[in-house]
């Protein structure tokens, strides 16, 4: 029954969709534009399928503005945190607006943007953020400018700002009081603009997530300043649209039964291990509860603890889930473990591999 070689994501079209269609609803009544953040998820192969819903992309660094620009097209935005002298040609060649993290960066720029609208990372100095390696107003964050005499000192050079100070913000809530916070600090900067875009890390996808208000909310903000509203999102985009799938290679019981699979944490869905995650496991109900770890020599990969309908076996097939974002945009070569395929899985339940890795991919990505 199985015909394909584990370990591999599996992106599954139609619930990719089910992020789409609410896009599609935001964009349509809150009159935003959506960008993909590709540093959350750039596999091509899925890009037919996104760009009906979606209007370009954005980007963190010359690969990724190429990458958007060559597969996914429409409009594409370039960010980064610092641009390097080699690199700005080539990204402004593939870019519709380029936004600068620093003023520094933008003087130093500004000359090769050829009459392309440029933009600055506002950084507001308020975030909603877990955790604070994943916190843009953490203390001493490099990233973005705050101070709001020294954004209108430029601001005769710039057409928008990026403000990106929201990760995995499930709560409208939380989202407005910040937004109301950067109304008050910046208002004379934002209405000098013709775009602000509100980054990603907005859990609009989310179930239950009041998306009607949250349009409101985007129409208000649009209108009181007559910008163009962007959002990025990333993991919204591909909330819940795939998983890992993979075997069970042995198992054993340390006080608890442990199942060791065919992929690992740290190679292949590492924010699990970065945000102390755990991935969605079993069905929630069985009466045989393993933890699932990986095959790596590091003590700690652990997917997560699932409940299983009957004992493990060792040649069990499983599904890691939600392995969408972050995972083979980040997906690494530790411990020599082969890099998962990645399968797409279309509308009528056909399954198609679309890239397979090698053991001459791990010897040609050293040397
Ligand atoms: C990471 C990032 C995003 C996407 O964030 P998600 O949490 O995946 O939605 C968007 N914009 C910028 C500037 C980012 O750094």
């Not at 499983?318 to 082969?338: H, P």
């Amino acid at each position: 029954m199985h015909t394909l070689t584990t370990p591999y994501y599996l992106i599954d079209k139609t619930a990719l969709q089910r992020n789409l269609d609410i896009i599609d609803y935001v964009r349509e009544h809150s009159g935003a534009k959506v960008l993909l953040a590709l540093k959350c998820f750039a596999t091509w192969s899925v890009f037919d399928q996104m760009r009906r819903h979606i209007d370009g992309t954005t980007s963190s660094s010359l690969y990724e503005v190429k990458l958007g620009h060559q597969k996914f097209g429409g409009e594409t935005h370039a960010y980064s945190v610092a641009y390097a002298d080699h690199e700005i040609e080539e990204v402004v060649a593939h870019c519709d607006k380029i936004i600068f993290n620093s003023i520094n960066q933008l003087q130093r720029y500004a000359r090769f943007a050829q009459g392309k609208p440029m933009g600055l990372r506002l950084n507001p100095g308020v975030s909603c953020a877990g955790f604070d390696l994943a916190d843009p107003a953490r203390q001493f964050s490099r990233l973005g400018e705050g101070d709001p005499g020294r954004i209108l000192g430029v601001i005769d050079q710039i057409e928008g700002v990026m403000i990106h100070n929201n990760c995995e913000n499930d709560d409208l809530d939380r989202f407005e009081t910040l937004l109301a916070q950067v109304e008050e600090r910046y208002g004379d900067v934002l209405r000098r603009l013709k775009w602000v875009s509100l980054g990603g890390g907005i859990s609009f996808t989310a179930r239950g997530y009041p998306v009607d208000a949250f349009c409101a909310r985007l129409r208000d903000f649009a209108g009181k300043y007559g910008v163009q509203v962007y959002l990025e999102p990333g993991e919204a985009a591909v909330r819940h649209s795939a998983t890992l799938e993979v075997t069970v290679l042995d198992v054993g019981y340390n006080g608890k039964n442990l199942a060791v699979v065919d992929a690992s944490t740290e190679a292949h869905m590492l924010d699990l291990l970065i945000y102390r995650e755990t991935a969605p496991l079993g069905n929630g109900a069985g009466e045989h509860e393993y933890m699932i770890c990986g095959k790596t020599c590091l003590a700690g990969d652990i997917f997560g603890e699932g409940r299983f309908d009957a004992p493990l076996q060792v040649g069990d097939r499983l599904s890691i889930g939600d392995a969408a974002g972050y995972t083979m945009v980040k997906k690494n070569w530790f411990n020599g473990v082969n890099m998962p395929s990645i399968a797409i899985k279309e509308a009528d339940g056909s399954v198609r591999v679309v890239r397979e890795f090698s053991f001459d991919d791990y010897v040609n990505s050293l040397s």
